[in-house]
C-alpha cells in the first residue's frame, strides 16, 4: 500500500513539476502576475509530494516489503536499521530518488526564501527548476521505477552491497546531491536572465549564495568519498581518477570558477556574459556525472549500446538542457551589456586568472574522462587514461593557480599594485622558503619538488592569513585599533581567507603523502614483528568475531614505539553470508596528522598471513583542508551581506573604513 | 554517488575469485629494494586490462599479479623501464598503459587543457585590449574635424601654456 501511495505521490508530481514549468513561464511571457504567482505555491506543493513518495521508499526499506523489486534487490532483514535506511538511495532507481528529492527541496526554499526576487526572474527561475523536476521525474517514472512490485515476494531480500554497508552511505550521497542539484539553482537563475535578456549585479548576489551552498556540500561530499574510499577498499589510496570521481570533480571545479566570477560581477558588474556561461557549464557537468555514472557507458561503449533505454533517456536530458542552455546563451548572450573597466593587474584581473586555469583544469579532466570513450565510439580503439595523464595535466595547472591564490585577495580592484602585493607578502614567501628548506633538511634531501610544494602550501597558509592581518592593520596600527578593525572585518573576508588556507592544508597533506610514505609488504605468523618507521608492530593474534549480518577475522597487531607498549591496531576480513562476499575492514590508528595504516590479505594454511602496513605522513590533512575549505564556504556564507534579504546594517559601513572595497 | 559507485564496481571484479585487499603480495616482492621500487613504479604505469580503470599495483585480479610478475622477470633480466613498456605494448596494445602515448591520434587529449588556456588567455587579452580604448575614440570624421579645430582655437590662445593630452587625440 505505502510503495502505491509513493508511485501516486510520484505522478502528482510529475503533474506539478509540469505546471511549475509552463505556467510561470507563460505568466512571464504575459507579463501577468496571476501565473506568475503560481509558481512558489507550486515548487511547495511539489517539495511536499516529492517527499512524501521518498518518505514511501524510505518506509517500505525500514519494514523490509519485499514485495518490492527495489528492496528486495538491495536490502535485508538482518542488516542494521541505518543501512536499512542508507540503502535506500544505495541503488540506482533510489539514487535518482534522492538526486529528486533534493531537487524538489532546492526548489522549493527557492520559493519560500525568494521574496526579495524580481517576479518575473523568479517565476522563470522556478519554471526552469519545473523543466528539470520534470524530466527526472518523468526518467524516474518510465525507466526506473523504485515502487515495482513483485508477483511472488521472496522471504528475503539479497542484501545490500557489503562494501557500502558504512556510515559513508548515510552521508556521502546525501552531501554530493546537495552539490550537483545545488548548481541547478545558479542554471534556472542563467536562464532565467537569458529569457528576459537582462542581468545586473544583483543577479550575482542572489545566485552566489545558492552557489555557495553547492559548492559548501561538493566540496565535502567528494571530501567524503575520498575518505571513505581510502579506509574501504583497503589499499589506502584516496584517489584514483576514477571516471565517477571526475564526474564530481568537473561541477566542482566549475561551480568554484563560478564562485570567483560571481564575486567580480557582483561587486563590479564585470564578467557578465561569462559568469552566465559558467553557470549553464557547471550544472552541465553534473548532469554529464549523472549520466556517466547512471548509463552504464563508462563499464563499456558497448554494454550501453546493447542496453540503451535508461542512457538514451539520459542523453535526451542532458541534449535538452545542456544543448537548449548553451543555445540560449548563444542567441541571447549578445544583449547583455558589458560593464566595469579594469586593467589586467587587478583584482579582477586575479579573478579572470584564476577562471581560466580552472576552467582549463576542468577541461584536462574533462578530456581526460571522454577522450576514451569517445575513441572508442568512433574507431574501436582502446586507450587507457590513467592517474599518470591527470596528475600532468591536472596537476600542472593547478600549480600555477595555487601559487597565485595570495596574490588575488591583496590586490585592489580596477587597478592593482603585483609589486606593492608581492612586498606584502615578503613574510610569508620569507616562511614559505624556511619551511621548504627545513623539510628538505628532515626528509633527508629526498624529493627536492616535495619540499618546494610544502613551501607553496606553506606560502598559501601565510599569504590567507596575512590578507587578514593587512585588513585589521596588525603591526601597522596600534593594537586595540588593530583589534577593533579585524573584528570589522566583513565574514565573507574570513571566508576567502579559510578557504585558501584549506587548499594550503590539502596541498600538504598531498604532497607529505606522496612523498614521504613509507610500506611494508610481509607474510607473517603469530609472534612475527615488522618495523615501520620508529614503530614496531607485532602480530598478537587472529580471532573470530561476528557481527549483526556478518562474520569476521580479525587480526590485532601490539604496537611498539621505541620500545614502549602503544596500543594495537586490528585489520579484518568480514563475510557477508547473504551475497556471499567478504570485505576488508582496514586498521587505521591516528598519531597527530599522520596515520598508520593496516590492512591484511590472505591466510596461508601453514598460518602465514600477508600484511601490508603504511605510514602515511600528514594524510589526514588532504580532507581537514577540504573541511577548512568548505568552512570558509560556510563563513562567507553566514556574512550578513550575501544572505538572502538580509538588508545591510549601517552600521558595518562605520566599522570597516579600511579595507580595499 | 559517484565513490559508491565505484567501489562497488571495484568490489565487482574483485568477487571473481580473490578476496578485496592490497594488491602486491609478499612472495612477489623482490630481494633488491631498487629493483623493487622500480617494478612499483612501472605497476603504476599499467593498467590491469581486466579491471575498471585500475593499475596493476592497485589490482588484485589474477591477471594483475601475472603482469607484475612479468614486469619483475623483465626487470630481473636487465631490461630498462622503457624495454619493459615497450614490451607490454607490443604484447597487450596501446590499452595497457595508463599515460597515453604523444602521438597523432592523442593530439586533442594531450593538446586540449594547453588550448583551453591559450585560446581563453587570447580572448582575455582581446577584451583587456577592445575596452581599454576609450569608446569616446568612435566619432566620426565631421567630429573630428570639430575636436582638431577646437584644439587649434584652444593652441592658439593659450600659446601652447595648456595643452591638452596628445594621446587622446593621436590614438585614433
Known sequence: MIAELGQYALVLALALALVQMVVPAWGAAKDDPVLMGVAGPVAVALLLFVSFAFAALVAVYVTSDFSVVNVVENSHSQMPLIYKITSTWGNHEGSMMLWVFVLAAFGGLVALFGGNLPDRLKANALAVQGAIATAFLGFILLTSNPFARLVSPPAEGRSLNPVLQDPGLAIHPPLLYLGYVGLSIAFSFAIAALIEGRIDAAWARWVRPWTLAAWVFLTLGIAMGSYWAYYELGWGGWWFW??????SLMPWLAATALLHSAVVMEKRDALKIWTILLAILAFSLSLIGTFLVRSGVLTSVHAFASDPARGVFILGILSVFIGGGLLLFALRAGELRQGGLFAPVSREGALVFNNLFLTAATAAVFVGTLYPLALEALTDAKITVGPPFFNLTFGGLMLPLVAAMPFGPL????RGDLLGVAQRLTLAAGLA??????????TGGGPVMAAVLIGLG????????????ERAGIGRVPARVAWARFRGVPLSAFGTAVAHLGVGVCLIGIVSESAWSLERIASVKVGDTLSIGSRDLTFARLENRSGPNFTARTAVFDIHSGGVSAGTVEASRRMFAARQMATTESGIRTYGFSQLYLSIGEETPDGHLSVRVTWKPLVTLIWLGAVVMAIGGGLSLADRRLRVGAPRPARRRIAQPAPAE | MARLRSIALVLLLLLSGAVPAFAVQPDEVLADPALEARARELSRELRCMV??????????APLARDLRLLVRDRLKAGDSDRQVLDFLVARYGEFVLMRPV??????????????????????????FRRRAEPEVLNWTAEEEARVQALLAAEDAADAGDAAP????VKAK
Do not use: M
Open chain 1, 242 to 247: 576514477d571516471p565517477v570521481e571526475n564526474a
Open chain 1, 411 to 414: 590586490l585592489a580592484w580596477k
Open chain 1, 433 to 442: 622558503v624556511i619551511a621548504g628548506v627545513v623539510t628538505a633538511a628532515a
Open chain 1, 458 to 469: 606553506i606560502f598559501i597558509i601565510a599569504g590567507a592569513l596575512t590578507e587578514i592581518a
Open chain 2, 51 to 60: 579491471c575498471q580503470n585500475q593499475s596493476i599495483d592497485d589490482s588484485d
Open chain 2, 102 to 127: 604523444f602521438s597523432l591520434r592523442n593530439a586533442l587529449l594531450w593538446g586540449a587543457p594547453l588550448l583551453v588556456l591559450v585560446l581563453g588567455a587570447c580572448a582575455a587579452f582581446l577584451t
Open chain 2, 165 to 168: 593630452e596628445p594621446g587622446a
